[in-house]
């Protein structure tokens, strides 16, 4: 059972906006940042979006985080077959880090 | 570049010990905490414990603590993850990551334990 709940499974058409949902608590989500990572098959994750709404250099525009409350959201625009992954939300707990558990996004 | 690179897979006993490193370059290594993580075979990420490299100030996640020992050496930028007696449940990805904003991630490090 995972601090952070996501939906585990989102799925959508190539160019179609989809959006996966992490809820949270106010001593995680509530008064920390919220962090997004997407994991390929057989690789390291990698972080997507940090501090609620920063991309890391390389990171395309078309993902998008936001945070309202104890709950955040990841939004990807432009859906492409290569986004298809596993992605995860994360925040900080007092001094432990805290994951969702994960959503499958697939591309149809 | 920020970069962190993880010791190679091992394969062990029951038992047996492990320690597996994650050797930071490209930054000041005593800047960042440096975080671990696990993956299950399967399963989703797991936040184990994390160092402060510049005093090795440590603090562990309670499902983790006395299972596991976090420790590093900042002369050599590296930072360590260690079992006393593994067990077939500690079979897992293990991933180091640095904890500034943004964070970078190792490449990860399989653990294999089985008889």
């Known amino acids: 059972q995972s601090v952070l709940t996501q939906p585990p499974s989102a799925s959508g058409t190539p160019g179609q906006r989809v959006t996966i949902s992490c809820s949270g608590s106010?001593?995680?989500?509530?008064?920390?940042?919220v962090y997004w990572y997407q994991q390929l098959p057989g690789t390291a994750p990698k972080l997507l979006i940090y501090?609620?709404?920063q991309r890391p250099s390389g990171v395309p525009d078309r993902f998008s985080g936001s945070k309202s409350g104890t709950s955040a959201s990841l939004a990807i625009s432009g859906l492409r077959s290569e986004d298809e992954a596993d992605y995860y939300c994360a925040a900080w707990d007092d001094s432990l880090k805290v994951f969702g558990g994960g959503t499958k996004l697939t591309v149809l | 570049e920020v970069q962190l690179v993880q010791s190679g897979a091992e394969v062990k006993k029951p038992g047996e010990s492990l320690r597996i490193s994650c050797k930071g370059s490209g930054y000041s290594f005593t800047s960042y905490w440096i975080s671990w993580v696990r993956q299950m075979p399967g399963k989703g990420l797991e936040w184990m414990g994390r160092?402060?490299?510049?005093?090795?100030?440590?603090n562990y996640s309670p499902s983790f603590q006395g299972h596991v020992t976090i420790s590093a050496d900042k002369s050599i930028s590296t930072a360590y993850l260690q079992w006393s007696s593994l067990k077939a449940s500690d079979t897992a990805m293990y991933y180091c990551?640095?904890?500034?904003?943004?964070?970078?991630w190792g490449q990860g490090t399989l653990v294999t334990v089985s008889s």
């Open positions: 160092i402060d490299p510049s005093d090795s100030y440590t």
């Open positions: 106010s001593s995680n989500i509530g008064s920390n940042y």
């Open positions: 501090r609620n709404n």
């Open positions: 990551a640095s904890a500034g904003d943004p964070d970078y």
